[in-house]
């Protein structure tokens, strides 16, 4: 896919929550006693925030975060399994974060998320209390998070639900 239609796409979806979110204040609809959902014009700025730091597209690519009692799973597979070009784009992606995470740099996903994001300054601090590992999959590739500390499994789930959040229907848990 090239970088025009991606941004025109993103353009269309910024307009969409746009208006849907000046719907829902015109209606009265709005209330600040609950906390804010994700929303969709989030979700656009994190796709298009993405798009600068991840080599592979959102729109052919899903990710999944599924939390254990000891860290969590967090995997990335092409939409179609025999895209070689996709396939390899996540497999280079992630090993090269793995390698980055272990010594505590996690500047791609705050360029994303930015830097208040769920988990990440605790994450940052870990200081090898996580051991994180990287695995090639058919379709992609898996990254394992794995520590004995409690506040940083929490901060692994923070992190991941925040990734699941933010990125809406390209992710799940």
């Not at 970088?3 to 269309?12: E, F, G, I």
């Not at 070689?84 to 996540?90: K, M, Y």
């Not at 390698?99 to 208040?116: K, L, V």
């Amino acid at each position: 896919m090239n970088r025009p239609d991606r941004h025109s796409r993103t353009r269309t979806l910024l307009m969409v929550a746009a208006t849907a979110t000046a719907i829902t204040l015109s209606s009265g609809c709005a209330d600040d006693s609950t906390p804010t959902p994700v929303t969709s014009s989030r979700q656009a700025e994190v796709a298009e925030r993405g798009a600068s730091v991840m080599p592979f597209d959102l729109e052919r690519t899903t990710h999944q975060f599924t939390k254990s009692g000891s860290g969590g799973v967090q995997t990335v597979t092409a939409d179609d399994p025999q895209d070689a070009s996709q396939v390899a784009l996540i497999q280079q992606h992630l090993h090269e974060e793995t390698s980055r995470f272990r010594r505590g740099d996690f500047t791609d996903p705050a360029a994303i998320h930015g830097d208040e994001m769920p988990g990440l300054q605790a994450l940052r601090a870990h200081d090898g209390r996580i051991t994180i590992d990287y695995e090639t999959t058919p379709g992609g590739g898996r990254v394992t998070y794995t520590t004995s500390d409690t506040e940083l499994r929490n901060a692994l789930h923070h992190w991941f639900d925040a990734q699941v959040g933010d990125h809406g229907e390209h992710a799940t848990r």
